[in-house]
């Protein structure tokens, strides 16, 4: 199953992990998969502490503001390559693809890588989340959920927070 969480609002990562966690307490094998996000995340330190449990990959050199370096794509490319590789080798139960849609919005990644990491992912739960989901994948996935913002305290000038966004 392809479950997508995309849209403008605050969640979609939050829904990724708390599946991520939910899995992990039934004894799945877990694969997540960051992309975009910077050097650190409060999630990537909680699933560090289950390394039989959940492999992470950090495919990002963070942020990318307007079109993306050749070393940010190179950075993306050897990462899939090793993601690829690595579902080879090991069986995962779900694998999470996080910020995928930012990625594939910025020119970080292909339309084609995009559709052989979700070839890769046919025996497992996988979960993309990232803004605009393009309507192919939205038509490919088996559950889609919208997250809208309504009100954000972003506009009021309060930065994300350790502990909170990150």
Not at 25 to 51: D, S, W
Not at 70 to 97: A, F, G, N, R
Not at 144 to 157: A, D, L, S, W
């Amino acid at each position: 199953m392809i479950q997508v969480y995309t849209g403008d609002g605050k969640g979609k990562t939050t829904a990724a992990v708390g599946a991520t966690i939910r899995a992990v307490g039934n004894g799945l094998k877990v694969l997540f998969v960051q992309f975009i996000k910077g050097a650190h995340t409060g999630e990537i330190e909680v699933f560090q502490k289950f390394p039989d449990l959940i492999k992470v990959y950090r495919c990002s050199t963070g942020f990318v503001y307007g079109k993306p370096l050749p070393s940010q794509i190179s950075v993306v490319v050897e990462c899939i390559k090793e993601i690829e590789t690595l579902t080879k080798k090991e069986h995962y139960d779900l694998i999470v693809l996080d910020e995928l849609t930012v990625a594939l919005n910025t020119g970080l990644i292909s339309k084609e890588q995009v559709q052989n990491l979700i070839a890769l992912a046919q025996d497992a739960e996988l979960i993309i989340t990232g803004r605009n989901a393009p309507d192919w994948l939205i038509e490919k996935a088996d559950l889609v959920t919208e997250m809208k913002k309504i009100k954000h305290y972003f506009e009021r000038g309060i930065n994300a927070r350790r502990g909170i966004e990150y």
